[in-house]
Nanobody, 114 residues
Framework: QVQLVESGGGLVQPGGSLRLSCAAS????????MAWYRQTPGKQRELVAS???????NYADSVKGRFTISRDSAKNTMYLQMNSLRPEDTAVYYC????????WGQGTQVTVSS
């Protein structure tokens, strides 16, 4: 079992920055992939960014060059640095881990609005 807890969401103006954190606990030694997803009402959850063992990262085209995913193994924590935020980035952001079972956090709201 893996437990995931997100933090760092909130309200920010367009062009601003936020950093999301995802603290992992439990059987974290077996985690092979972690990722951030986001979801808005009426839409499917979409992949924002992923990071794999070895450090390989992938990003959705909509966030490339603005968001950075990272993982601190010593702290068992994954981050999503979000810069140049846009209103269309508004969503609930979810932390995801796979070992190979899939685990989800409870989500954190990010609102980009003036």
């Amino acid at each position: 079992q893996v437990q995931l807890v997100e933090s760092g969401g909130g309200l920010v103006q367009p062009g601003g920055s936020l950093r999301l954190s995802c603290a992992a606990s439990g059987s974290i030694f077996s985690i092979k992939t972690m990722a951030w997803y986001r979801q808005t009402p009426g839409k499917q959850r979409e992949l924002v960014a992923s990071i794999h063992n070895g450090g390989t990262t992938n990003y959705a085209d909509s966030v490339k060059g603005r968001f950075t995913i990272s993982r601190d193994s010593a702290k068992n924590t994954m981050y999503l640095q979000m810069n140049s935020l846009r209103p269309e980035d508004t969503a609930v952001y979810y932390c995801y881990a796979q070992n190979p079972f899939q685990y989800w956090g409870q989500g954190t709201q990010v609102t980009v609005s003036s």
